[in-house]
Protein backbone atom coordinates (compact mmCIF):
# COMPACT_ATOMS: atom_id res chain seq x y z
CA UNK A 1 0.00 0.00 0.00
CA UNK A 2 2.94 2.71 0.95
CA UNK A 3 4.20 2.09 -2.60
CA UNK A 4 1.06 2.92 -4.18
CA UNK A 5 0.45 5.74 -2.61
CA UNK A 6 3.58 6.97 -3.34
CA UNK A 7 2.15 6.16 -7.09
CA UNK A 8 -1.04 8.22 -6.68
CA UNK A 9 1.22 11.24 -4.85
CA UNK A 10 4.10 10.84 -8.23
CA UNK A 11 0.67 10.85 -10.39
CA UNK A 12 -0.59 14.00 -8.91
CA UNK A 13 2.01 15.80 -9.37
CA UNK A 14 2.60 14.90 -13.01
CA UNK A 15 -0.76 15.62 -13.80
CA UNK A 16 -0.27 19.55 -12.22
CA UNK A 17 2.93 19.41 -13.87
CA UNK A 18 0.62 18.99 -16.97
CA UNK A 19 -1.64 21.33 -16.46
CA UNK A 20 0.88 24.28 -15.97
CA UNK A 21 2.56 23.48 -18.87
CA UNK A 22 -0.93 23.23 -20.86
CA UNK A 23 -2.14 26.93 -19.20
CA UNK A 24 1.60 28.00 -20.33
CA UNK A 25 1.17 27.16 -23.97
CA UNK A 26 -2.54 28.35 -24.25
CA UNK A 27 -1.52 32.09 -22.71
CA UNK A 28 1.90 31.96 -25.53
CA UNK A 29 -0.76 30.72 -28.07
CA UNK A 30 -3.25 33.29 -27.56
CA UNK A 31 -1.96 36.34 -25.16
CA UNK A 32 1.29 36.00 -24.92
CA UNK A 33 2.81 36.57 -28.82
CA UNK A 34 0.72 40.04 -28.82
CA UNK A 35 2.46 41.26 -25.39
CA UNK A 36 6.17 40.39 -26.95
CA UNK A 37 4.89 41.69 -30.47
CA UNK A 38 4.14 45.06 -28.65
CA UNK A 39 7.46 45.76 -26.32
CA UNK A 40 9.02 48.59 -27.63
CA UNK A 41 12.46 46.64 -27.79
CA UNK A 42 11.15 44.12 -29.47
CA UNK A 43 13.68 44.39 -32.96
CA UNK A 44 10.60 43.65 -35.15
CA UNK A 45 8.60 46.53 -33.60
CA UNK A 46 11.32 48.46 -33.96
CA UNK A 47 11.98 47.50 -37.70
CA UNK A 48 7.92 48.00 -38.70
CA UNK A 49 8.30 51.62 -37.01
CA UNK A 50 11.50 52.56 -39.11
CA UNK A 51 10.05 51.70 -42.61
CA UNK A 52 6.17 53.32 -41.88
CA UNK A 53 6.40 56.41 -44.35
CA UNK A 54 4.08 58.50 -42.70
CA UNK A 55 1.88 60.90 -44.24
CA UNK A 56 2.73 64.31 -45.90
CA UNK A 57 1.85 67.71 -44.29
CA UNK A 58 0.44 70.69 -46.19
CA UNK A 59 -0.42 74.07 -45.33
CA UNK A 60 -3.99 75.68 -45.54
CA UNK A 61 -2.96 76.64 -49.38
CA UNK A 62 -1.31 73.03 -50.25
CA UNK A 63 2.15 73.97 -50.16
CA UNK A 64 3.63 70.67 -48.90
CA UNK A 65 6.15 71.40 -45.57
CA UNK A 66 7.03 67.76 -44.52
CA UNK A 67 7.38 64.55 -45.89
CA UNK A 68 9.06 60.60 -46.02
CA UNK A 69 11.18 59.16 -47.71
CA UNK A 70 12.76 55.46 -47.51
CA UNK A 71 16.77 55.67 -48.08
CA UNK A 72 18.48 52.31 -49.41
CA UNK A 73 18.17 50.42 -46.61
CA UNK A 74 14.24 50.42 -46.44
CA UNK A 75 14.59 53.36 -43.28
CA UNK A 76 12.03 56.21 -43.49
CA UNK A 77 13.43 59.39 -43.50
CA UNK A 78 11.09 62.70 -42.57
CA UNK A 79 12.14 65.93 -44.02
CA UNK A 80 10.96 68.83 -43.42
CA UNK A 81 11.00 71.72 -45.69
CA UNK A 82 10.62 75.04 -44.01
CA UNK A 83 12.67 76.34 -41.02
CA UNK A 84 10.28 78.65 -40.15
CA UNK A 85 7.33 75.76 -39.35
CA UNK A 86 9.67 74.20 -37.21
CA UNK A 87 7.89 75.26 -34.25
CA UNK A 88 4.06 74.65 -35.24
CA UNK A 89 4.83 71.35 -37.01
CA UNK A 90 7.11 69.58 -34.07
CA UNK A 91 9.31 66.83 -35.08
CA UNK A 92 8.95 63.06 -35.64
CA UNK A 93 12.50 60.75 -34.38
CA UNK A 94 12.82 56.93 -34.20
CA UNK A 95 15.08 57.75 -31.07
CA UNK A 96 13.19 60.41 -29.58
CA UNK A 97 9.69 60.32 -30.35
CA UNK A 98 7.03 63.09 -32.04
CA UNK A 99 6.16 66.24 -30.57
CA UNK A 100 3.75 69.40 -31.83
CA UNK A 101 1.61 68.30 -34.93
CA UNK A 102 3.31 64.83 -35.44
CA UNK A 103 2.23 64.06 -32.24
CA UNK A 104 -1.05 65.40 -31.81
CA UNK A 105 -2.17 63.62 -34.92
CA UNK A 106 0.23 60.80 -34.85
CA UNK A 107 -2.06 57.82 -35.59
CA UNK A 108 -3.12 59.57 -38.33
CA UNK A 109 0.18 60.08 -40.00
CA UNK A 110 1.30 56.83 -38.88
CA UNK A 111 -1.75 54.85 -40.93
CA UNK A 112 -3.05 53.47 -37.56
CA UNK A 113 -6.51 54.84 -38.18
CA UNK A 114 -7.03 52.75 -41.60
CA UNK A 115 -9.19 50.24 -41.98
CA UNK A 116 -7.55 46.42 -42.04
CA UNK A 117 -9.27 45.14 -45.34
CA UNK A 118 -7.18 42.31 -47.30
CA UNK A 119 -5.40 45.38 -49.27
CA UNK A 120 -3.99 46.11 -46.19
CA UNK A 121 -3.09 42.22 -45.34
CA UNK A 122 -1.52 41.93 -49.03
CA UNK A 123 0.87 44.98 -49.21
CA UNK A 124 2.14 44.33 -44.99
CA UNK A 125 2.10 40.75 -44.33
CA UNK A 126 2.68 39.08 -47.92
CA UNK A 127 4.11 41.81 -50.11
CA UNK A 128 6.10 43.14 -46.89
CA UNK A 129 5.72 46.82 -48.00
CA UNK A 130 6.04 49.34 -45.32
CA UNK A 131 2.79 51.14 -43.89
CA UNK A 132 1.93 54.60 -45.52
CA UNK A 133 0.10 57.05 -43.45
CA UNK A 134 -2.81 59.35 -44.10
CA UNK A 135 -1.66 63.31 -45.41
CA UNK A 136 -3.13 65.90 -43.49
CA UNK A 137 -3.79 69.71 -44.57
CA UNK A 138 -3.10 71.91 -41.63
CA UNK A 139 -4.73 75.37 -40.78
CA UNK A 140 -1.39 76.71 -41.19
CA UNK A 141 -0.47 79.80 -43.64
CA UNK A 142 3.22 79.58 -44.80
CA UNK A 143 3.41 82.99 -45.50
CA UNK A 144 2.37 84.53 -42.28
CA UNK A 145 4.21 82.16 -40.32
CA UNK A 146 7.14 82.75 -42.44
CA UNK A 147 6.21 86.51 -41.79
CA UNK A 148 6.07 86.25 -38.47
CA UNK A 149 9.46 84.30 -37.83
CA UNK A 150 11.19 86.82 -39.97
CA UNK A 151 10.12 89.52 -38.22
CA UNK A 152 11.03 87.95 -34.67
CA UNK A 153 14.58 86.94 -36.15
CA UNK A 154 16.81 85.85 -32.52
CA UNK A 155 13.76 87.62 -30.17
CA UNK A 156 12.65 84.94 -27.07
CA UNK A 157 9.09 84.66 -27.63
CA UNK A 158 5.78 83.51 -29.46
CA UNK A 159 2.85 84.51 -31.70
CA UNK A 160 -0.23 82.83 -32.96
CA UNK A 161 -2.71 84.05 -35.41
CA UNK A 162 -6.25 82.66 -34.98
CA UNK A 163 -9.13 83.09 -37.65
CA UNK A 164 -10.96 84.94 -35.77
CA UNK A 165 -15.01 83.26 -37.21
CA UNK A 166 -13.56 79.49 -37.34
CA UNK A 167 -10.69 79.47 -34.71
CA UNK A 168 -8.22 77.87 -37.43
CA UNK A 169 -4.89 78.38 -36.30
CA UNK A 170 -2.66 80.46 -39.37
CA UNK A 171 0.15 80.95 -37.26
CA UNK A 172 2.26 79.25 -34.10
CA UNK A 173 5.96 80.48 -33.86
CA UNK A 174 7.52 79.53 -30.23
CA UNK A 175 11.54 81.13 -30.33
CA UNK A 176 13.74 79.67 -29.89
CA UNK A 177 12.93 76.24 -31.64
CA UNK A 178 15.11 73.17 -33.28
CA UNK A 179 15.94 72.01 -36.28
CA UNK A 180 13.65 68.61 -36.55
CA UNK A 181 15.67 67.27 -39.52
CA UNK A 182 18.90 67.40 -37.63
CA UNK A 183 17.18 66.31 -34.50
CA UNK A 184 19.26 63.14 -33.44
CA UNK A 185 22.76 64.28 -34.10
CA UNK A 186 21.94 67.88 -31.87
CA UNK A 187 19.69 65.88 -29.24
CA UNK A 188 22.31 66.51 -26.76
CA UNK A 189 23.02 69.86 -27.19
CA UNK A 190 19.47 71.19 -27.18
CA UNK A 191 18.14 69.87 -23.99
CA UNK A 192 20.93 71.91 -22.80
CA UNK A 193 20.30 74.74 -24.69
CA UNK A 194 19.29 78.14 -23.06
CA UNK A 195 15.93 79.39 -23.36
CA UNK A 196 14.59 75.97 -24.10
CA UNK A 197 13.53 75.53 -27.51
CA UNK A 198 11.32 72.62 -27.04
CA UNK A 199 9.13 74.62 -25.07
CA UNK A 200 6.23 75.99 -26.71
CA UNK A 201 5.76 79.17 -25.65
CA UNK A 202 2.41 79.79 -27.60
CA UNK A 203 0.15 76.79 -25.82
CA UNK A 204 2.19 76.72 -22.32
CA UNK A 205 4.05 79.48 -21.85
CA UNK A 206 2.30 81.11 -18.58
CA UNK A 207 2.89 84.77 -18.82
CA UNK A 208 2.64 88.14 -16.75
CA UNK A 209 -0.33 89.60 -18.51
CA UNK A 210 0.47 93.27 -17.36
CA UNK A 211 -1.61 96.10 -19.37
CA UNK A 212 -3.31 93.28 -21.53
CA UNK A 213 -6.25 92.86 -18.35
CA UNK A 214 -7.09 96.34 -18.84
CA UNK A 215 -9.17 94.94 -21.39
CA UNK A 216 -11.44 92.41 -19.24
CA UNK A 217 -11.43 95.57 -16.89
CA UNK A 218 -12.75 97.86 -19.80
CA UNK A 219 -15.58 95.46 -20.51
CA UNK A 220 -16.49 95.44 -16.86
CA UNK A 221 -16.81 99.17 -17.08
CA UNK A 222 -19.03 99.07 -19.75
CA UNK A 223 -21.25 96.73 -18.45
CA UNK A 224 -21.27 99.63 -15.36
CA UNK A 225 -22.37 102.14 -17.24
CA UNK A 226 -18.97 103.39 -16.46
CA UNK A 227 -18.35 107.05 -18.71
CA UNK A 228 -15.28 105.78 -20.77
CA UNK A 229 -14.34 109.68 -22.10
CA UNK A 230 -14.42 111.55 -19.32
CA UNK A 231 -11.01 113.35 -18.79
CA UNK A 232 -9.50 112.17 -15.82
CA UNK A 233 -6.74 114.36 -14.01
CA UNK A 234 -2.98 113.35 -13.47
CA UNK A 235 -3.69 109.91 -15.28
CA UNK A 236 -0.33 109.33 -15.43
CA UNK A 237 0.81 109.24 -11.53
CA UNK A 238 2.93 105.97 -11.04
CA UNK A 239 1.94 103.30 -9.51
CA UNK A 240 4.23 101.09 -7.00
CA UNK A 241 4.29 97.53 -6.15
CA UNK A 242 6.90 96.67 -3.86
CA UNK A 243 10.32 97.73 -5.58
CA UNK A 244 8.50 98.01 -9.26
CA UNK A 245 7.41 101.22 -10.40
CA UNK A 246 4.65 101.16 -13.13
CA UNK A 247 4.56 104.25 -15.21
CA UNK A 248 2.38 104.52 -18.62
CA UNK A 249 3.84 102.35 -21.38
CA UNK A 250 3.57 105.08 -24.17
CA UNK A 251 4.36 108.86 -22.93
CA UNK A 252 0.91 110.16 -23.64
CA UNK A 253 1.38 114.32 -24.73
CA UNK A 254 -0.65 115.43 -21.98
CA UNK A 255 -1.62 113.95 -18.33
CA UNK A 256 -5.47 114.70 -18.20
CA UNK A 257 -6.55 111.35 -19.80
CA UNK A 258 -10.07 109.74 -20.41
CA UNK A 259 -10.06 106.16 -19.88
CA UNK A 260 -9.74 104.86 -23.57
CA UNK A 261 -7.07 107.18 -23.77
CA UNK A 262 -5.26 105.61 -20.92
CA UNK A 263 -6.16 102.30 -22.74
CA UNK A 264 -4.37 103.35 -25.35
CA UNK A 265 -1.24 105.21 -23.63
CA UNK A 266 -0.93 102.30 -20.97
CA UNK A 267 -1.18 104.23 -18.20
CA UNK A 268 -1.66 102.07 -14.95
CA UNK A 269 -3.00 104.24 -12.23
CA UNK A 270 -6.77 104.86 -13.81
CA UNK A 271 -7.17 101.24 -14.34
CA UNK A 272 -6.47 100.84 -10.39
CA UNK A 273 -8.88 103.22 -9.62
CA UNK A 274 -11.08 101.39 -11.99
CA UNK A 275 -10.72 98.48 -9.84
CA UNK A 276 -11.68 99.70 -6.54
CA UNK A 277 -14.36 101.86 -8.10
CA UNK A 278 -15.99 98.38 -9.26
CA UNK A 279 -14.86 96.30 -6.70
CA UNK A 280 -12.94 93.39 -6.08
CA UNK A 281 -15.95 90.83 -6.63
CA UNK A 282 -16.69 92.48 -10.12
CA UNK A 283 -12.38 92.69 -11.05
CA UNK A 284 -12.05 89.06 -10.16
CA UNK A 285 -15.39 87.73 -12.10
CA UNK A 286 -13.83 89.64 -15.33
CA UNK A 287 -10.20 88.74 -14.93
CA UNK A 288 -10.46 84.85 -14.28
CA UNK A 289 -12.07 85.01 -17.99
CA UNK A 290 -8.31 85.68 -19.32
CA UNK A 291 -6.27 85.27 -16.12
CA UNK A 292 -5.03 81.06 -15.57
CA UNK A 293 -7.28 80.23 -18.04
CA UNK A 294 -7.09 76.68 -19.63
CA UNK A 295 -8.15 76.52 -23.15
CA UNK A 296 -9.60 72.80 -24.17
CA UNK A 297 -6.65 70.61 -25.82
CA UNK A 298 -7.26 70.99 -29.24
CA UNK A 299 -6.57 67.46 -30.71
CA UNK A 300 -3.67 66.30 -28.43
CA UNK A 301 -1.80 69.42 -28.91
CA UNK A 302 -1.30 70.38 -25.15
CA UNK A 303 -0.97 69.17 -21.93
CA UNK A 304 -2.85 69.07 -19.44
CA UNK A 305 -5.79 68.42 -21.37
CA UNK A 306 -8.62 70.81 -20.13
CA UNK A 307 -12.53 69.96 -20.72
CA UNK A 308 -14.61 72.68 -22.64
CA UNK A 309 -16.33 73.29 -19.61
CA UNK A 310 -13.01 74.82 -18.28
CA UNK A 311 -12.97 78.66 -17.35
CA UNK A 312 -9.79 78.90 -14.96
CA UNK A 313 -7.72 77.46 -12.82
CA UNK A 314 -8.63 78.36 -9.08
CA UNK A 315 -6.68 80.27 -6.78
CA UNK A 316 -7.83 82.01 -3.99
CA UNK A 317 -9.54 85.92 -4.48
CA UNK A 318 -8.58 86.35 -0.67
CA UNK A 319 -4.95 86.63 -1.01
CA UNK A 320 -5.11 88.57 -3.85
CA UNK A 321 -3.97 92.26 -4.21
CA UNK A 322 -6.38 94.11 -5.75
CA UNK A 323 -3.88 96.58 -6.93
CA UNK A 324 -1.52 94.12 -8.23
CA UNK A 325 -4.00 92.50 -10.00
CA UNK A 326 -5.14 95.30 -12.08
CA UNK A 327 -2.03 96.25 -13.51
CA UNK A 328 -1.87 92.53 -13.84
CA UNK A 329 1.11 92.11 -12.03
CA UNK A 330 -0.67 89.56 -9.61
CA UNK A 331 -1.08 85.83 -9.47
CA UNK A 332 -2.76 85.74 -12.51
CA UNK A 333 -0.98 84.29 -15.59
CA UNK A 334 -2.00 84.40 -18.87
CA UNK A 335 -0.52 81.94 -22.54
CA UNK A 336 -0.71 83.38 -25.85
CA UNK A 337 -3.31 81.28 -26.83
CA UNK A 338 -5.85 82.53 -24.88
CA UNK A 339 -4.93 85.91 -25.58
CA UNK A 340 -5.52 85.45 -28.93
CA UNK A 341 -8.60 83.94 -28.00
CA UNK A 342 -9.81 86.77 -26.02
CA UNK A 343 -9.17 88.87 -28.97
CA UNK A 344 -11.43 86.65 -31.48
CA UNK A 345 -13.92 86.61 -29.04
CA UNK A 346 -13.54 90.88 -28.55
CA UNK A 347 -14.00 90.85 -32.65
CA UNK A 348 -16.96 88.05 -32.85
CA UNK A 349 -19.49 89.50 -30.60
CA UNK A 350 -18.39 88.13 -27.37
CA UNK A 351 -17.65 84.38 -27.98
CA UNK A 352 -14.33 82.67 -29.18
CA UNK A 353 -14.13 79.33 -31.47
CA UNK A 354 -12.21 76.75 -29.58
CA UNK A 355 -8.27 76.80 -31.96
CA UNK A 356 -7.73 74.03 -33.90
CA UNK A 357 -5.00 72.63 -36.72
CA UNK A 358 -6.69 70.28 -39.40
CA UNK A 359 -8.40 71.08 -41.69
CA UNK A 360 -8.46 68.00 -43.83
CA UNK A 361 -6.51 64.33 -43.68
CA UNK A 362 -6.39 62.12 -46.87
CA UNK A 363 -5.48 58.23 -46.70
CA UNK A 364 -3.18 56.80 -49.07
CA UNK A 365 -4.93 56.51 -53.30
CA UNK A 366 -7.90 58.34 -51.63
CA UNK A 367 -9.16 61.85 -51.71
CA UNK A 368 -9.68 64.88 -48.96
CA UNK A 369 -11.69 64.55 -46.05
CA UNK A 370 -13.03 67.16 -44.13
CA UNK A 371 -12.23 66.66 -40.25
CA UNK A 372 -14.70 67.84 -37.99
CA UNK A 373 -13.73 71.32 -35.98
CA UNK A 374 -14.52 71.79 -32.55
CA UNK A 375 -17.95 72.73 -31.83
CA UNK A 376 -18.24 74.84 -28.40
CA UNK A 377 -17.48 78.06 -28.28
CA UNK A 378 -15.65 79.87 -25.27
CA UNK A 379 -17.55 82.67 -23.53
CA UNK A 380 -15.43 85.87 -22.86
CA UNK A 381 -18.15 88.83 -23.34
CA UNK A 382 -21.34 90.03 -23.75
CA UNK A 383 -21.75 91.52 -27.11
CA UNK A 384 -22.13 94.76 -25.37
CA UNK A 385 -19.02 94.43 -23.91
CA UNK A 386 -17.45 93.13 -26.78
CA UNK A 387 -18.53 95.80 -29.54
CA UNK A 388 -17.34 98.44 -26.73
CA UNK A 389 -13.96 96.60 -26.89
CA UNK A 390 -13.56 96.27 -30.17
CA UNK A 391 -14.44 100.13 -30.66
CA UNK A 392 -11.39 101.20 -28.20
CA UNK A 393 -8.98 98.72 -29.80
CA UNK A 394 -9.36 100.51 -33.24
CA UNK A 395 -9.32 103.78 -31.41
CA UNK A 396 -5.48 102.64 -29.64
CA UNK A 397 -4.30 102.56 -33.05
CA UNK A 398 -5.61 106.12 -34.43
CA UNK A 399 -5.14 107.38 -30.56
CA UNK A 400 -1.21 106.18 -30.64
CA UNK A 401 -0.35 105.47 -34.28
CA UNK A 402 1.38 102.48 -33.51
CA UNK A 403 1.29 100.04 -34.89
CA UNK A 404 1.06 102.23 -38.13
CA UNK A 405 -0.74 100.69 -40.82
CA UNK A 406 -1.15 101.69 -44.42
CA UNK A 407 -4.19 99.34 -45.34
CA UNK A 408 -7.29 100.19 -47.12
CA UNK A 409 -10.68 102.01 -46.39
CA UNK A 410 -13.11 99.36 -45.02
CA UNK A 411 -10.22 97.19 -43.09
CA UNK A 412 -10.52 97.03 -39.47
CA UNK A 413 -7.52 97.09 -37.09
CA UNK A 414 -7.35 97.25 -33.91
CA UNK A 415 -4.80 96.50 -31.16
CA UNK A 416 -2.77 97.37 -27.64
CA UNK A 417 0.59 97.36 -26.76
CA UNK A 418 1.70 96.35 -22.99
CA UNK A 419 4.68 95.78 -20.97
CA UNK A 420 4.78 93.14 -18.10
CA UNK A 421 7.58 92.57 -15.30
CA UNK A 422 8.10 89.50 -14.56
CA UNK A 423 11.53 89.51 -11.75
CA UNK A 424 14.10 91.10 -13.45
CA UNK A 425 12.49 90.82 -17.09
CA UNK A 426 10.53 93.08 -19.21
CA UNK A 427 7.99 91.51 -21.63
CA UNK A 428 6.16 93.10 -24.36
CA UNK A 429 2.86 92.58 -25.50
CA UNK A 430 1.04 92.79 -29.06
CA UNK A 431 -2.72 91.89 -28.83
CA UNK A 432 -5.04 92.95 -32.10
CA UNK A 433 -6.57 92.14 -34.97
CA UNK A 434 -7.68 92.58 -38.23
CA UNK A 435 -10.49 92.22 -40.51
CA UNK A 436 -10.75 92.75 -44.23
CA UNK A 437 -13.87 94.66 -45.86
CA UNK A 438 -15.41 91.14 -46.67
CA UNK A 439 -15.48 90.07 -43.06
CA UNK A 440 -12.05 87.55 -43.05
CA UNK A 441 -10.28 88.17 -39.99
CA UNK A 442 -7.91 87.54 -37.56
CA UNK A 443 -6.83 87.88 -34.19
CA UNK A 444 -2.92 88.45 -33.69
CA UNK A 445 -0.65 88.21 -30.51
CA UNK A 446 3.04 88.43 -30.02
CA UNK A 447 4.64 88.25 -26.99
CA UNK A 448 8.33 89.12 -26.79
CA UNK A 449 10.49 87.87 -23.42
CA UNK A 450 13.97 90.37 -21.99
CA UNK A 451 11.78 93.23 -23.79
CA UNK A 452 13.86 96.92 -24.02
CA UNK A 453 10.99 98.98 -24.69
CA UNK A 454 8.06 98.82 -27.21
CA UNK A 455 9.76 99.97 -30.29
CA UNK A 456 10.94 96.30 -31.89
CA UNK A 457 7.41 94.81 -30.48
CA UNK A 458 5.62 97.77 -32.28
CA UNK A 459 7.71 96.65 -35.85
CA UNK A 460 6.88 93.02 -35.53
CA UNK A 461 3.30 93.69 -34.98
CA UNK A 462 3.40 95.85 -38.21
CA UNK A 463 4.81 93.02 -40.27
CA UNK A 464 2.82 90.44 -39.18
CA UNK A 465 -0.18 92.57 -39.28
CA UNK A 466 0.52 93.19 -42.76
CA UNK A 467 1.22 89.87 -43.75
CA UNK A 468 -1.74 88.48 -42.28
CA UNK A 469 -4.17 91.01 -43.91
CA UNK A 470 -2.57 90.03 -47.53
CA UNK A 471 -3.16 86.22 -46.62
CA UNK A 472 -6.97 87.09 -45.65
CA UNK A 473 -7.27 89.10 -49.16
CA UNK A 474 -5.70 86.04 -51.03
CA UNK A 475 -7.98 83.67 -49.36
CA UNK A 476 -10.59 85.36 -50.19
CA UNK A 477 -9.44 85.59 -53.71
CA UNK A 478 -8.43 81.81 -53.98
CA UNK A 479 -11.95 80.96 -52.51
CA UNK A 480 -14.15 82.37 -55.34
CA UNK A 481 -11.77 80.22 -57.81
CA UNK A 482 -11.38 76.77 -58.55
CA UNK A 483 -9.56 75.20 -55.42
CA UNK A 484 -6.20 73.74 -56.85
CA UNK A 485 -5.77 69.73 -56.53
CA UNK A 486 -3.21 67.64 -55.34
CA UNK A 487 -2.95 63.78 -57.14
CA UNK A 488 -3.59 61.30 -54.69
CA UNK A 489 -0.87 59.57 -53.18
CA UNK A 490 0.03 56.01 -53.73
CA UNK A 491 2.23 53.71 -51.71
CA UNK A 492 5.02 55.13 -51.99
Not at 199 to 206: C, E, H, I, P
Amino acid sequence: MPFAREIHRTMIVLLVAFFLVALAAAYWGIVGPDTILNREDNPRVVEAESAILRGRLYDRNDALLAESASDEDGIAQRRYLYDAMHSALGYYSLRYGVNGVESAYDALLKGDTLPAGWDHLLQQDFLHRPVVGSDLRLTFDLDIQQAAVNAMQDQVGAAVVLGISKGDVLALVSLPTYDPNTLDETWADLIEAPNDPFFNRVLQGSYQPGNTLNTPLLAAASLAGIDMNTKISNATRSVQIDDLTLTCVQIPPTTSLTLVENYAYGCPAPFVDLAEQLGEETVNNYLDRVGNRQLPSYLGFSDPIATPEATSTPIDTTALDLVEEATGQGMRSVTPITLASMVSAIALEGNAPQPYTILSSRAPGGTWVDVATPGTNLPFFTDTSASALKRIMQNTLQITGRPSLSLPQGTEVGGQIALAYSGEETQAWFIGFVRTSSGHGAAVVIVLEQADGTEVIDNIAQEVLLATYEALVAQEASSTQTSPTIAPTASR
